[in-house]
């Protein structure tokens, strides 16, 4: 039979048959045992679902599984998926670009040949140097001793030889300044030069083992464009300069083709109540070399543009025998301040001959037509500090490199 009990607030109803049964006895003490194992099982449930009852209600979750990827209309599985394209051999190796991994002068691969086999692969001769620090002094010395084997020199369309000879010299430099370089005599005629000349560079010992020694062998050409024939190059790093030491290197090809034709430094000032316009030739350097024998005789000729118009022509003294000159000459021009926005300064330097026409090193254009950036941020500083003296260095450029930016150029000779 079943038997009923409800809780004293009537909420619930529970069936006899909810509880587990228990084996029936005829003794009883297991008769009352039950009984109360019973009444304690039925005031258990009704507590916990008293419990229940009064626990707020708790949202349903739909929880469903994460993937990873990139979230878009169309669904992807997660696992990936098989390429569709076929990639051949030609596919692959099309990422690559074979500059990359040829063996040229910029090359690593360089690095990992030796002497015979540079020699061998670009045939352009050796150079004999030495390297000594003075610790004492805090100099270092170099010393460029001989070169042999250099190549002949080749005409510009290398149809045939220019001549037997090369007419070599050697420029020094500590990478990565490479405005303060030295620059040895050119040796004439001879593929064998002797060089035997001594250059320092005042420089911290810790700050020469951070440079590299950079020599480049050129070739003199009086009537052309002197051409590099081969460089040197040695993380000083690698070496021990207190020790110093002697080395035979091959040289290897440069990408510089054009040979640097110096630098000149100049200052520019305004006075506006005046209208003049004044220019301090200061100094040069590291000048293309003119005269085989005796290095250049140079000067700087300064002409004054209007618009398109030659106005006015001046020059300084030559200095005789030298690529990095003193000058220190100033001169003046006039210009009202409503020209000056249409004036041009052309800058250039030649090598003085007596027995011929005068030999171009170089030049630059400074104003309105302007030969370079370089030279356009000096007439702009010039212009917005009147009255005071704006110095600047500049790297001088070739006849036809400035006729092709600056108007101003073709109208002087």
């Not at 569709?84 to 990359?100: A, G, V």
Request: some cysteine.
């Amino acid at each position: 039979m079943a038997s009923r009990s409800s809780d004293k607030d009537g909420d619930s109803v529970h069936t006899a048959n909810d509880v587990p049964l228990t084996p029936r006895t005829n003794s009883p003490d297991r008769r009352c045992s039950s009984s109360d194992t019973l009444k304690s099982t039925y005031s258990l449930t009704r507590r916990i679902s008293s419990l229940e009852s009064r626990r707020p209600s708790s949202p349903l979750i739909d929880i469903k599984p994460i993937e990873f990827g990139v979230f878009s209309a169309k669904k992807e599985p997660i696992q990936p998926s098989v390429l569709r394209r076929t990639y051949t051999p030609d596919d692959y190796f099309r990422k690559f670009e074979p500059r990359l991994y040829s063996l040229d002068s910029s090359s690593d691969d360089v690095d990992f040949l030796t002497d015979e086999e540079i020699l061998s692969k670009y045939q352009l001769g050796m150079l004999h140097f030495s390297t000594q620090y003075d610790l004492l002094h805090n100099h270092l010395t170099v010393r460029v001793i001989e070169a042999r084997d250099l190549p002949p020199p080749i005409a510009q369309d290398g149809s045939r030889q220019d001549m037997a000879h090369s007419n070599p010299y050697v420029k020094i430099c500590l990478l990565p300044d490479q405005k303060n370089s030295k620059q040895t005599g050119v040796k004439r005629k001879t593929q064998k030069p002797v060089f035997e000349e001594r250059y320092t560079f005042e420089i911290p010992f810790l700050e020469a083992q951070r440079r590299t020694l950079l020599l480049t062998v050129l070739d003199f050409d009086k009537f052309s464009r002197h051409c590099v024939i081969g460089k040197v190059s040695v993380p000083l790093c690698e070496v021990d300069l207190v020790k110093g030491g002697h080395w035979w290197k091959a040289l290897i090809p440069s990408s510089q083709n054009e040979v640097e034709l110096g630098e000149l430094l100049l200052s520019l000032n305004y006075l506006p109540s005046a209208g003049r316009l004044n220019v301090d030739v200061i100094r040069a350097k590291q000048l293309l070399q003119t005269d085989v024998s005796q290095g250049s005789d140079p000067f700087v000729k300064i002409q004054l543009v209007h618009g398109l118009k030659l106005v006015k022509t001046k020059k300084t003294s030559f200095l005789r025998g030298t690529i990095d000159p003193f000058y220190n000459e100033s001169f003046s021009f006039k210009v009202p301040q409503e020209e000056l926005e249409n004036a041009s300064l052309v800058f250039t330097v030649f090598g003085h001959n007596m027995k011929s026409s005068n030999d171009f090193i170089g030049r630059i254009v400074i104003g309105q037509y302007s030969s370079g950036p370089s030279e356009s941020n000096h007439w702009r500083r010039m212009l917005n500090t009147h009255r005071t003296a704006v110095e600047q260095w500049h790297s001088l450029r070739s006849r036809a490199e400035c006729d092709r930016v600056s108007p101003a150029s073709l109208e002087v000779t």
